[in-house]
């Protein structure tokens, strides 16, 4: 018994965080980028607004994320878009309407749907795995498409919620001459027993979709959208912090600060070696990131945006292939240093992308201060400068 407790403190000691991030990341290449030039605005042609995880949103008051991103579309116009990135509904996705959850799940969505009023761009939704009901088993899609009808019913409008049916897309949208959305159910991909009958019935055949897409875009500007990334410094790369180690159900609950150290060392390992389909190290998991960059290899002008975590990070995968992952509409997570992020912040807020006329791309990251009313730039970079 001795020795079992040895080795499980030893566990606990090797698997504990180092480098963690408590305040905004800058890598080296980016530590200045306050120096560096900034965009002409003059010459602005079209602004993509990124945020996921919304789902758990303030219940007291409006979410500041949401309060914020309120006045970045109200003044951005009908030349602009804004892409939710999935977890729309925690825990379960949008139950029946029978069931006793039912009005607390509406208001969820209804936080993020009245933000839209007057609204003149375009909203798109995609799944997570949240609104699949992941937790309740392999996942319901019924939960998907009931999510579906009732955002376009709210909204009195079609086109926003994407792909069907629960099927993986990828949907294409021509957001301008210059720019492409591609819109994909990164949980069909994990959804490997509980799949709905969908014109793409094999990963084979999405993955060959998305290819296609890809080339049929190779003059444009193209951003994927989908809930889960392709690399992450967070929970879901196997980097899990402190507090899991220590109050394992602030998973669960963020408030349920109760020590169980060993409990929570044995779930923060258990993730690290991707038991779960939800993580990057899967191997399920991995086919998926294979395959997109697979997908979009040689394109030069490829931005993939994702939530699953509840950060904002930027990575620089390749000369052609960025992500952005901004899924800290309503939650927050630890991040890690890693070689890969060149940004990252343990901070609720957005993501934006704007198009300009002179071909660049800039990469904005926005903070909520207080209640959103005012909010603050945490980083910009020049994309393909």
């Known amino acids: 018994m001795k020795q079992f407790s040895i080795f499980l403190a030893a566990l606990t000691l090797l698997s504990l965080p180092s480098c963690q991030i408590t305040k905004t990341y800058y890598s080296k290449d980016n530590k200045d980028w306050k120096q560096d030039a900034t965009p002409d605005t003059g010459q602005l042609l079209y602004s993509v607004y990124l945020i996921g995880d919304v789902g758990e949103p303030s219940a007291d008051a409006q979410e500041p994320s949401l309060k914020l991103l309120q006045a970045h579309l109200k003044q951005a116009g009908n030349k602009s878009s804004v892409v939710f990135l999935g977890d729309n509904i925690y825990n379960e996705g949008l139950p029946d309407s029978s069931e006793h959850d039912r009005k607390e799940m509406e208001a969820k969505i209804n936080a993020q749907l009245d933000i839209l009023e007057g609204y003149a761009g375009r909203p798109f939704f995609v799944a997570g795995n949240h609104d699949w009901g992941y937790n309740l088993s392999e996942g319901h899609v019924e939960r998907v498409q009931r999510e579906d009808q009732y955002i376009e019913r709210y909204l009195n409008r079609t086109g926003v919620f994407f792909p069907k049916n629960g099927c993986p897309g990828p949907e294409v949208l021509e957001l301008t001459d210059s720019l492409a959305?591609?819109?994909?159910?990164?949980?069909?991909?994990?959804?490997?027993?509980?799949?709905?009958?969908?014109?793409?019935?094999?990963?084979?055949?999405?993955?060959?979709?998305?290819?296609?897409?890809?080339?049929?875009?190779?003059?444009?500007?193209?951003?994927?959208?989908?809930?889960?990334?392709?690399?992450?410094?967070?929970?879901?790369?196997?980097?899990?912090?402190?507090?899991?180690?220590?109050?394992?159900?602030?998973?669960?609950?963020?408030?349920?600060?109760?020590?169980?150290?060993?409990?929570?060392?044995?779930?923060?390992?258990?993730?690290?070696?991707?038991?779960?389909?939800?993580?990057?190290?899967n191997k399920t998991y991995k086919k998926y990131i294979a395959g997109v960059k697979q997908a979009t290899e040689g394109h030069g002008q490829v931005v993939f945006a994702a939530g699953h975590e509840h950060t904002l990070e930027y990575f620089k995968i390749n000369k052609g292939l960025h992500q952005v992952v901004s899924g800290a509409g309503s939650k927050r997570s630890e991040i890690k240093k890693t070689k890969q992020l060149g940004f990252g912040a343990h901070s609720k807020g957005f993501a934006v992308l704007n198009y300009y006329k002179d071909g660049n791309v800039w990469l904005e990251f926005w903070k909520p201060l207080n209640d959103g009313a005012q909010g603050e730039l945490l980083f910009r970079t020049n994309l393909y400068n």
């Open 181 to 281: 959305l591609l819109l994909m159910d990164s949980q069909w991909w994990l959804q490997t027993d509980v799949r709905p009958d969908c014109p793409n019935k094999t990963e084979e055949t999405f993955m060959k979709q998305l290819a296609q897409a890809v080339q049929q875009h190779k003059d444009k500007h193209i951003i994927i959208a989908a809930h889960h990334p392709l690399i992450s410094s967070g929970p879901h790369g196997g980097y899990t912090g402190w507090k899991p180690h220590i109050f394992p159900f602030t998973i669960i609950k963020h408030h349920l600060y109760i020590p169980f150290p060993i409990l929570g060392s044995f779930y923060s390992l258990v993730r690290a070696v991707g038991i779960s389909k939800q993580d990057i190290r």
